[in-house]
């Protein structure tokens, strides 16, 4: 089993930053991809950052140029920073990690981190 611990969540004012961690643990061997979604309040889950082992990285529309992740030195680290966040950032953000199994893939998921802007 896969264990993901995000941290980094909290309340800001609309155009301040923050950074969110996700440190996987467990049975790493054979993640291939980790990332980040999120769920506003009646809304689906939706993507905002992705990026596989070899550093390839992808974002969603909403997020690009002003969010950024990346891999910490540890493989099994992973960061989003967020800058210029705006009311409509505001969610429960989630860290997944992505295993290949034949044809299907798993998806492992964090309890979740809540960030909040204000206007």
């Known amino acids: 089993q896969v264990r993901l611990v995000e941290s980094g969540g909290g309340l800001v004012q609309a155009g301040e930053s923050l950074r969110l961690s996700c440190v996987a643990s467990g049975s790493i061997f054979g993640i291939n991809a980790m990332g980040w979604y999120r769920q506003a309040h009646g809304k689906q889950r939706e993507l905002v950052a992705h990026?596989?082992?070899?550093?390839?990285?992808n974002y969603g529309d909403s997020v690009k140029g002003r969010f950024t992740i990346s891999r910490g030195n540890a493989e099994n680290t992973i960061y989003l920073q967020m800058n210029s966040l705006k009311p409509e950032d505001t969610a429960v953000y989630y860290c997944n990690a992505k295993r290949p199994l034949g044809y299907a893939v798993a998806d492992y998921w964090g309890q979740g981190a809540q960030v909040t802007v204000s206007s």
């Open positions: 990026i596989s082992s070899g550093g390839s990285t």
